[in-house]
């Protein structure tokens, strides 16, 4: 079982429609980072949380240590936000500063 | 520009051949890591250094290796290259404890 589970694994929205994935983990975390890969590679940080919540323009990203899940919220989803996101956390285990990632989200915003 | 920048971003080599990775990280961070993303495995850690020595190690194989120098910047090196090794080699930089993780834009490396 993989440390960091993702779902779904893709996703189909219309644009404006309010879109959430889902981001599930098994260890100790010290942080857990949003990652956006568009098509043609580069890999784009979004958020890095602790705890709470943040929110940049469309995006809103929480976290419940408690329950180690982390969600990633898209508001009025336009094309330009399909992309591939990928969780990934900092484990506490060893002092590691090593990302583990999950296989991330494909979302598809269609007009 | 995130600040982390990967030279080259394309490269396209012939198997057994060897070639060389070049990140340049942010202003000010200290840790370089060096990330491998495949179609079948995602991305993988490959190898951390922290003000030029290394940290942490992860699935790297004994073909490859890397260094970082003492103005920062780091190169991996990859060696003895087989149809396998084609993937994106991305870079990353932190001065984890104020700002995160930056990434580079990546290689894009094709054996043929």
């Known amino acids: ?111 | 520009d995130s600040g982390v920048t990967q030279t080259p971003k394309h490269l396209i080599t012939a198997t057994g051949q060897r070639v060389t990775l070049r990140c340049s990280p942010r202003s000010g961070d200290l840790s370089v890591y060096w990330y491998q993303q495949s179609l079948d495995q995602g991305l993988q850690f490959l190898i951390q250094y922290y003000n030029g020595e290394e940290r942490a190690k992860g699935n790297i194989l004994e073909r490859f290796s890397a260094q970082q120098f003492p103005d920062l910047h780091s190169e991996l090196n990859l060696s003895s290259l087989e149809l396998g090794d084609s993937a994106l080699y991305f870079c990353a930089s932190s001065n984890y404890r104020e700002r995160g993780y930056t990434f580079g834009s990546g290689t894009r490396l094709t054996v043929v």
């Open chain 1, 1 to 111: 079982k993989n440390e960091v589970e993702q779902s779904p694994q893709n996703l189909t929205a219309q644009e404006g429609e309010f879109i959430t994935i889902n981001c599930s983990y098994s260890v100790g975390i010290s942080a857990l980072h949003w990652l956006q890969q568009h098509p043609g590679g580069g890999i784009v940080s979004l958020f890095m949380l602790s705890s709470g919540k943040k929110k940049h323009g469309r995006l809103i990203a929480t976290i419940n240590i408690q329950e180690k899940h982390s969600s990633l919220h898209i508001t009025a989803s336009h094309p330009r936000d399909s992309a591939v996101y990928i969780c990934a956390v900092l484990p506490t285990q060893g002092g590691s500063e090593k990302l583990v990632f999950g296989k991330g989200t494909k979302l598809t915003v269609n007009p």
